[in-house]
């Protein structure tokens, strides 16, 4: 096992612009197909510094498309973390308070072993040859860093979407290991639904003639209309019908009158077509099905023999809850049968629903409430953990 500081790398797949934390074959990854994952690499971002009890970590776990960069520039996009609003010196994740950790998720692409990774036993990209990963394997790697790091019992762990479900995995299989957790727009199976939607996505992919069987790399080619056409179907379901009115109602896009044609006549089409096309620059296609793959099969009851509240009997971590009113991806009800769940499980648990008509998307916005309930959530659990001020 080493320890790679970032340098800058042609291959972020391999050679992230992040620490990289390699485990060789003394030490497999235990996957949920059944098999091992050796060797294989963790690409993390740190924020902060880790106290000398090593009392003060958070770990953030990330969405389907997120990645490392919770709170730093993204290589590939030069934009911002993608919680950098929350995360930060003197914000409410106060890094000169917290030491933060974010790591890429197994089956990722920038950095963690993934199916764009180098498979050590072909010379070339693992594709479709990389095993299923599940949630709980993601959380099985995140744990191994977490032991690297020589952190006993994190302090919170938060994050919104898969992210949220990472929390939850965390909170019952390492319930001893985690005081606090914050599950944001999340659900404790992924309906049959969100099932489909994930399933139009990955036959678009996969009927791109690009994919060429998920070795594109090998043919020089990348699946790009496919995973733009994904992406566009994703994002319909990260926004709501209020907010897509607001923002777009039935404007026309750089034009007065209808062309009578295929092309982008309305604004909410164009604003699409870029999602998908920004996207397919920063993504890669196979790991899109993998991570749609892990949400799929994720289902915390049905790992306890039915019964949710099982998945967390005897927890002490303590449990903040949020969700919000125009998300139809994780609906409210989603989040309330995890409450009731925690309260049978006699968990310390609080709820917060927060009026938006931003859909899914909200925990990744600047909406204040959320900042609020995370900001008195995080204030009393470090009062209760004796970390001052």
Same mark, same amino acid.
């Given at each position: 096992?080493?320890? #790679?500081?970032?340098?800058?790398?042609?291959?972020?797949?391999?050679?992230?612009?992040?620490?990289?934390? @390699?485990?060789?074959?003394?030490?497999?990854?235990?996957?949920?197909?059944?098999?091992?994952?050796?060797?294989?690499?963790?690409?993390?971002?740190?924020?902060?510094?880790?106290?000398?009890? @090593?009392?003060?970590?958070? #770990?953030?776990?990330?969405?389907?498309?997120?990645?490392?960069?919770?709170?730093?520039?993204?290589?590939?996009?030069?934009?911002?973390?993608?919680?950098?609003?929350?995360?930060?010196?003197?914000?409410?994740?106060?890094?000169?308070?917290? *030491?933060?950790?974010?790591?890429? %998720?197994?089956?990722?692409?920038?950095?963690?072993?993934?199916?764009?990774?180098?498979?050590?036993?072909?010379?070339?990209?693992?594709?479709?040859? #990389?095993?299923?990963?599940?949630?709980?394997?993601?959380?099985?790697? !995140?744990?191994?860093?977490?032991?690297?790091?020589?952190?006993?019992?994190?302090?919170?762990?938060?994050?919104?979407?898969?992210?949220?479900?990472?929390?939850?995995?965390?909170?019952?299989?390492?319930?001893?290991?985690? &005081?606090?957790?914050?599950?944001? /727009?999340?659900?404790?199976?992924?309906?049959? !639904?969100?099932?489909?939607?994930?399933? %139009?996505?990955? !036959?678009?992919?996969?009927?791109?003639?690009?994919?060429?069987?998920?070795?594109? *790399?090998?043919?020089?080619?990348? $699946?790009?209309?496919?995973?733009? %056409?994904?992406?566009?179907?994703?994002?319909?379901?990260?926004?709501?019908?209020?907010?897509?009115?607001?923002?777009?109602?039935?404007?026309? !896009?750089?034009?007065? /009158?209808?062309?009578?044609?295929?092309? /982008?006549?309305?604004?909410?089409?164009?604003?699409?077509?870029?999602?998908?096309?920004? *996207?397919?620059?920063?993504?890669?296609?196979?790991?899109?099905?993998?991570?749609? @793959?892990?949400?799929?099969? &994720?289902?915390?009851? /049905?790992?306890?023999?039915?019964?949710?509240?099982?998945?967390?009997?005897?927890?002490?971590?303590?449990?903040?809850?949020?969700?919000?009113?125009?998300?139809?991806?994780? $609906?409210?009800e989603e989040s309330r049968s995890i409450v009731h769940a925690l309260n049978a499980a006699g968990a310390s648990v609080s709820f917060v629903e927060i009026e938006t008509d931003r859909g899914h998307d909200a925990f990744l916005l600047d909406e204040p409430e959320l900042f609020a309930a995370i900001n008195g959530f995080i204030g009393s659990a470090a009062r209760a953990r004796g970390l001052s001020a």
């Amino acid at each position: 096992m080493a320890v #790679l500081r970032a340098r800058k790398p042609n291959n972020e797949a391999d050679q992230p612009s992040s620490p990289v934390l @390699r485990f060789g074959s003394d030490k497999p990854l235990k996957l949920d197909a059944g098999t091992l994952l050796s060797p294989f690499q963790i690409a993390y971002q740190t924020y902060g510094t880790l106290n000398d009890a @090593r009392s003060n970590a958070i #770990l953030v776990c990330h969405a389907l498309t997120g990645d490392q960069h919770v709170a730093s520039t993204n290589p590939v996009t030069g934009k911002p973390g993608w919680w950098e609003v929350l995360i930060g010196p003197g914000k409410i994740i106060d890094t000169s308070r917290f *030491f933060v950790i974010c790591s890429n %998720v197994i089956g990722g692409c920038l950095g963690s072993t993934g199916p764009a990774s180098t498979n050590p036993a072909t010379g070339k990209p693992y594709g479709l040859d #990389l095993p299923v990963i599940t949630i709980r394997d993601m959380v099985r790697a !995140q744990q191994m860093l977490i032991d690297h790091f020589g952190i006993e019992k994190l302090f919170s762990v938060l994050g919104g979407s898969m992210g949220g479900m990472q929390v939850l995995e965390w909170a019952s299989s390492y319930p001893e290991r985690v &005081f606090s957790a914050l599950p944001i /727009a999340t659900g404790a199976r992924h309906s049959s !639904q969100n099932i489909a939607f994930h399933e %139009v996505g990955r !036959q678009a992919v996969m009927a791109d003639p690009d994919w060429h069987g998920g070795k594109y *790399f090998e043919h020089g080619k990348r $699946p790009e209309k496919g995973l733009a %056409v994904a992406r566009m179907a994703a994002h319909i379901t990260y926004l709501s019908e209020a907010a897509l009115h607001r923002k777009f109602g039935r404007n026309l !896009q750089d034009r007065e /009158a209808l062309t009578f044609g295929f092309d /982008a006549d309305f604004q909410i089409e164009s604003y699409l077509r870029h999602q998908g096309m920004t *996207f397919v620059d920063r993504f890669d296609a196979n790991s899109y099905l993998y991570m749609t @793959r892990s949400m799929d099969y &994720f289902d915390l009851a /049905a790992d306890h023999g039915g019964r949710l509240a099982d998945a967390f009997a005897g927890t002490k971590t303590r449990f903040c809850l949020v969700s919000f009113t125009s998300d139809w991806l994780f $609906p409210t009800e989603e989040s309330r049968s995890i409450v009731h769940a925690l309260n049978a499980a006699g968990a310390s648990v609080s709820f917060v629903e927060i009026e938006t008509d931003r859909g899914h998307d909200a925990f990744l916005l600047d909406e204040p409430e959320l900042f609020a309930a995370i900001n008195g959530f995080i204030g009393s659990a470090a009062r209760a953990r004796g970390l001052s001020a």
